[in-house]
């Protein structure tokens, strides 16, 4: 038995999310039946980020159990990209793994980004691809309440109530937010997240970045631990899973 691994990119305004569901086109239903198609069998795929409804990923990675080898590496990443191009989803790359390789359990470290324009003008371009916010944003402000947000806590305030996760408690590595003309990305890294843990703290970010909230209710709120003090969740547009290490 061969275990691979494979890189993807993908747009997913139109997908429900990476996850099979009975409601709707996932991204996963979406690629195994691609892989069926080229391998002749049915291919069931483990993936290192369950992105949610509208979530998109520069860079996710999934794995695979094959019977047989595959030996034209080109071969197979253009048979399989002609099935994937118009759902905008493309396979980067494959390699073969360890057999004891998963790519949701063997992975170190995560890594999200959020897109914000910041501007009057409507989006065009990065319509569904990032969050529009036209109020000014004070980026300094937002990177002192993302400075408080590092390191171990208890995240429950930015915890979905649907989140099946055993412990609230998650280590947050050093948050990245630059700014370019009207372009802010925010990245944040960890081993794993809460159900809509990115996008809760990005929308805490920005109440406190447009002074809607003063920095001593933003820290309030974080260390209230409840979810219904919240700010609404970022939307799904602007959220990228950008990285995995393994």
């Not at 890189?7 to 999310?17: A, M, Q």
């Not at 109530?161 to 408690?169: E, I, N, T, V």
Request: aromatic residues 12%; glycine residues 4%.
């Amino acid at each position: 038995m061969f275990n691979y691994l494979i890189k993807i990119e993908y747009e997913g305004t139109n997908f429900v999310g990476w996850q099979s569901q009975k409601n709707g086109k996932s991204i996963q239903d979406s690629i195994e039946k691609a892989l069926k198609k080229v391998l002749g069998t049915k291919i069931r795929i483990t993936g290192a980020g369950r992105t949610d409804k509208g979530v998109h990923a520069y860079y996710q990675v999934a794995n695979f159990k094959l019977k047989k080898k595959i030996y034209e590496k080109k071969i197979f990443l253009d048979s399989v990209n002609f099935f994937l191009k118009k759902k905008l989803i493309s396979i980067l790359d494959i390699k073969k793994k360890e057999e004891d390789f998963n790519a949701r359990f063997s992975a170190k470290l995560r890594t999200y980004e959020y897109l914000i324009i910041n501007r009057q003008g409507t989006l065009s371009i990065y319509k569904d691809r990032a969050w529009h916010v036209k109020k000014r944003i004070d980026l300094n402000l937002m990177k002192k309440g993302a400075k408080l947000l590092e390191g171990s806590h208890d995240f429950s305030t930015f915890r979905a109530a649907s989140c099946s996760a055993r412990s609230p408690l998650k280590k947050i590595y050093p948050i990245k937010i630059r700014k370019v003309n009207e372009i802010i990305k925010i990245r944040i890294s960890s081993k794993s997240f809460l159900q809509n843990q990115v996008r809760s703290m990005v929308g805490c970010l920005k109440y406190l970045a447009t002074n809607k909230w003063s920095y001593d209710d933003f820290r309030k709120v974080f260390k209230s631990k409840k979810r219904s003090n919240c700010a609404p969740p970022a939307p799904a547009s602007g959220l990228y899973l950008y990285d995995i290490k393994y």
